[in-house]
């Protein structure tokens, strides 16, 4: 069952779901693809002295698991930046949260943070790869210097897109985004404590944003 305020695209034939939880489903595969969660992050800057969110990490996981009991994938693509630092006890929570979804195959497309020693990765059941093909999809974490391949649509993560928005009261909203186009899907950063990189929206891309926990078509693109 999907969660409310998803929407649905088609994409080389394929129909792929937009989550306001900042990820996209592949209905075809029963894929659950997401990047950037950064998980180990707070816990880092903690230990360097700066100050982070202590439970951030457990949000994280908190809604990686509702968003797994309520979509059922077959597996989950991690596309990158899993985890952002070396071991610490926030990989040892990302364990615990492994053992309850023991039965679920999970691939990691290795990102610029994913540093830790291959044994962690299968400690926990987790395959890593530098790239995933699938279909007329290839999986990358940063897709931005990539090349356009015809009849592939490269789907990435690596830079947290985000788009600023005017409210009304001439308030301005800086909120995370997909950024949609058929060479392209980059899919916002899952992780809560990651910031945003402002994208110009143009002619040849969809933007959809996220706001209060719907996905938003701002049908930017002229067909």
Known sequence: MFPTGTVNITIRNQELVLLPQKALFWQDKKYLILSDLHLGKTGHFRKSGIAAPGKANLKNLDRLSNLVDDIQ???I??????FHSSANREWFQFEEWRKAFSK???????GNHDQLHKSFYQSAAIEVTENFEAGNFLFVHDGTDLQKIPD???ISGHIHPGVKLKGKGKQRLRLPCFSISDQQIILPAFGEFTGLHIIQPDE???????????VIDLNTRTE
């Open 77 to 82: 693509l991690f596309l990158g930046d899993l």
């Open 152 to 154: 592939k649509t490269i």
């Open 104 to 110: 679920l195959d999970i691939l990691l497309v290795s």
């Open 204 to 214: 040849n891309r969809k933007i959809f944003p996220i706001v209060e926990n719907s």
């Open 73 to 75: 994938p077959q597996k």
